[in-house]
């Protein structure tokens, strides 16, 4: 199913029994609500974990001097980047040295490959956690919708859980890292 900002946040407040919402602009006090939190709870969900359906690589190629006494250079971030998860160079996704400061990234590595989470459509959510997503915005819908402070106790707590059974499901879907550099094996083998 193609899921849409709007659908989502109709069947966070199905689950609180209230109205679902055709626009966040239809004038509803549920609307408002979503609107002012939507954007919000999303970017913080997909930033949390690293979610393998949101992860990219880019090439940032075009640096800037960094003007910095740590870092060489300074790449800008691209416009879809929520957070970095790793950096590196000669086309390998890690191992270079970086730190992020607002929109940029510096290092000492002129061209960069970045791995990334991006801000992604919602149409491209997996089922799961589309699940987790509706669930944490009912839980952070409840109060100020339902003035339920116990009703939204209850919610955080089944988000939790679906939060971790999303976990779970995005984690098999792709061959466990392995360790690549473990001194103790080395020290015993060699």
Do not use: K, N
Not at 117 to 140: C, G, K, N, T
């Amino acid at each position: 199913m193609a899921y849409s900002d709007v659908d989502l946040c109709s069947q966070a407040l199905v689950r609180l029994g209230a109205a679902p919402i055709g626009s966040f602009a239809d004038g509803s006090a549920e609307a408002t609500v979503a609107f002012r939190l939507y954007g919000l709870v999303r970017d913080g969900l997909v930033s949390a974990h690293p979610w393998s359906f949101s992860i990219a690589q880019a090439a940032l190629s075009e640096p800037a001097p960094a003007g910095s006494a740590d870092f060489a250079w300074r790449h800008m971030l691209p416009a879809d980047c929520l957070r970095v998860i790793s950096a590196g160079s000669d086309r390998r996704g890690r191992g270079a040295e970086y730190r992020v400061l607002g929109p940029a990234l510096f290092t000492d590595e002129r061209a960069v490959t970045l791995t990334y989470q991006r801000r992604m459509p919602e149409s491209d959510y997996p089922a799961f956690f589309a699940a987790a997503l509706v669930a944490r915005l009912a839980a952070e819908f409840c109060l100020p919708v339902t003035e339920s402070a116990s009703r939204a106790e209850v919610l955080r707590r089944a988000a939790d859980l679906e939060l971790r059974q999303a976990r779970l499901v995005d984690s098999q879907q792709s061959t466990p890292r392995r360790f690549e550099d473990f001194t103790l094996i080395e020290a015993r083998l060699g």
